[in-house]
């Protein structure tokens, strides 16, 4: 799939609704699941996908404060991109 953003608070906005859609699909999944144990590890996979909304909304605030430098992105427990 190839996406144009003519903005990074654009591209960070697609990325975070990403992750918001796929949050609510595994809590909707979880609840299908008829084992107690699968539900948990569906719910914590949910989790995570709102640990990344966190982090790219994290991005978000700090690229609109001062640009997106990569300074003002240290810290935010991001892998680098080589």
């Known amino acids: ?28 999944l979880a609840a299908k699941m008829k084992r107690a144990s699968d539900e948990k590890g569906v719910r914590g996979v949910a989790a995570e996908e709102r640990g990344h909304r966190t982090k790219l909304e994290a991005v978000k605030r700090a690229s609109t404060r001062s640009g997106p430098g990569p300074n003002r992105l240290m810290g935010l427990g991001l892998p680098t991109i080589s």
Request: aromatic share 14%.
């Open 1 to 28: 799939m190839s996406k144009t953003f003519k903005s990074v608070n654009e591209a960070l906005d697609f990325a975070i609704q990403g992750e918001i859609e796929a949050a609510e699909f595994y809590i909707a």
